[in-house]
């Protein structure tokens, strides 16, 4: 049974905390237990610590380190840790203590204001890490396709943002019209001072023709696996270029240039070569309209579709497991 402990002189009323209720708190939200153990001090500075800590995991992975799969399985378990460690944490402070702190303030009362307190805590620093250190993104359409596949969850890096960490094969995200524009993600082929030029859909950069992977040609049966595809039973290595020839080719993507990319702009092409509105429609994409570098897949799942002339268009999603946690 709980303790009970009356105060004459002051007329209050202490009750010891109980730990598995401190636990189950805690576990509901990670600084009710604390506070319910009689500690609000203890309360922030968890929240603080497991705050600090989480979001560490993620800038991180969001630097050029390039983490990959390794460095997101070891962030989920490190979050996992910490949830578990301030679970136990309000137990056995819950458990220390003789008495919880005096009833002045209405129980019910007190953790409704805890709540609302840390949510708007947690919010508002949430807020600033989208705006100025990562955040994820889901991409709509299939012009990225096949290192991107439609309604992939991408992280972008919004830290390490200047020019001077962006590389040609990058994939960036940025707004094709200015900062009130839907942002894109395409891949980065030209920087400032490159010679660009598209003949017959080959891309040209510095007069070194880049290599493209060619499938659906006549009587090719097509399958994508995830991560490579199967043209008529055989697996064949993809590039970051992809043309398909049972998409229409357009004279506007086919051709363009030769043409000096400006300072302060980069060239940039989506990796599915027919179905991409980039450089070759909008022009070089300056330095401002930049939002970030695309650094890892979070969660990869869709369609093994990638173009409206697929007779599967609208076959069941699915997971593509190997692809989590790839640099696209």
């Not at 209405?106 to 947690?122: E, G, I």
């Not at 839907?182 to 030029?197: N, T």
């Not at 006549?218 to 994508?224: A, H, L, Q, R, W």
Request: with cysteine.
């Amino acid at each position: 049974m709980t303790e009970v402990i009356a105060s004459s002189t002051q007329g209050t009323i202490a009750k010891t905390p109980r730990p598995l209720v401190a636990a189950l708190l805690s576990a509901i939200w990670p600084p009710l237990g604390q506070i319910y153990a009689g500690s609000l001090r203890r309360g922030l500075l968890v929240w603080l610590c497991s705050f600090t800590a989480s979001f560490g995991c993620l800038a991180l992975l969001a630097s050029p380190l390039q983490a990959g799969a390794f460095g997101l399985v070891a962030a989920m378990l490190f979050a996992i840790a910490i949830y578990v460690a301030t679970i136990a944490d309000a137990f056995f402070l819950a458990r220390r203590c003789k008495a919880a702190v005096s009833r002045r303030i209405t129980p019910w009362l007190l953790y409704p204001l805890a709540v609302t307190l840390f949510s708007l805590l947690t919010q508002g620093m949430a807020v600033a890490f989208r705006e100025y250190i990562a955040e994820s993104y889901v991409t709509p359409s299939r012009s990225m396709f096949p290192a991107i596949v439609r309604g992939d969850r991408f992280y972008v890096d919004k830290f390490w943002k200047t020019p001077l960490c962006v590389s040609r094969d990058d994939v960036i995200l940025f707004h094709p019209q200015g900062p009130d524009s839907a942002p894109w993600a395409s891949r980065v082929v030209g920087l400032p001072g490159d010679q660009i030029e598209v003949a017959g859909e080959c891309v040209s950069v510095n007069g070194t023709a880049e290599a493209h992977t060619l499938i659906g040609l006549p009587g090719d049966s097509v399958e994508f696996t995830g991560n490579e595809f199967v043209v008529s039973g055989s697996s064949r290595e993809t590039t970051h270029a992809l043309i398909d020839a049972r998409i229409p080719s357009s004279p506007q993507l086919a051709t363009y240039g030769p043409m000096i990319v400006p300072e302060g702009h980069w060239f940039v092409l989506g990796d599915n070569r027919r179905l991409s509105k980039d450089s070759r429609i909008i022009g070089p994409i300056p330095f401002e309209n930049y939002v970030g570098t695309v650094r890892m897949l979070l969660w990869s799942s869709g369609s093994r579709s990638f173009n409206s002339c697929d007779p599967d268009a609208d076959a069941p999603e699915e997971i593509f497991w190997g692809r989590i946690g790839q640099k696209p």
